[in-house]
């Protein structure tokens, strides 16, 4: 089905407390999301990768919650409103350009591979160990999302 033609939910509630119900997978999930926080990465980059992968994937929950501890990291509200525009927007860094390149390619991967031109441009601006750790972010916000968005465990407050 094309979101597009999703009709507007009436309600944003919980629809199953996944966290609740199988609470030993909740709790390993938090400890990856966490383990996530504990990188070279800027918080504010990772904010911005996080909040585009919840974008695409159409995880409201996700949006709101990462955009605002982008907000929150010092990111400037311009970056984070062109987000969905940021190949057309003058307000990113090269490596921004990058992270957010190669944040779109893995979460996009059903519609092909991730190709040698969008990871050598992220290598030429990461580290090994930052590309590692982008990829594990990347993986773990995907995550996020497919379990965020279907079962809307948490309210938007």
């Known amino acids: 089905m094309d979101n597009t033609d999703a009709k507007v939910p009436t309600s944003l509630g919980i629809r199953l407390a996944v966290d609740e119900l199988v609470p030993h997978l909740n709790k390993r999930?938090?400890?990856?999301?966490a383990a996530a926080d504990k990188?070279?990465?800027?918080?504010?980059?990772?904010?911005?990768?996080r909040t585009r992968v919840s974008q695409i994937n159409g995880c409201s929950y996700c949006v709101d919650a990462h955009s605002s501890e982008a907000r929150e990291a010092g990111e400037?509200?311009?970056k984070l409103l062109s987000?969905?525009?940021?190949?057309e927007s003058p307000f990113y860094s090269a490596r921004e350009r990058a992270a957010l390149d190669?944040?779109?390619?893995?979460?996009?991967?059903s519609r092909g591979p991730v190709t040698d031109e969008v990871w050598n441009a992220g290598a030429a601006?990461?580290?090994?160990v930052e590309l590692a750790e982008l990829v594990w972010t990347i993986?773990?916000?995907n995550t996020w999302n497919r379990i965020a968005g279907p079962a809307r465990p948490w309210e938007i407050k």
């Open 29 to 33: 999930m938090d400890a990856l999301d």
């Open 39 to 49: 990188v070279s990465l800027d918080a504010g980059l990772l904010e911005l990768v």
């Open 76 to 78: 400037d509200v311009r």
């Open 83 to 87: 987000l969905p525009v940021w190949r």
């Open 102 to 109: 190669l944040t779109e390619a893995v979460t996009l991967m």
């Open 125 to 128: 601006e990461f580290t090994d």
């Open 139 to 141: 993986a773990i916000i």
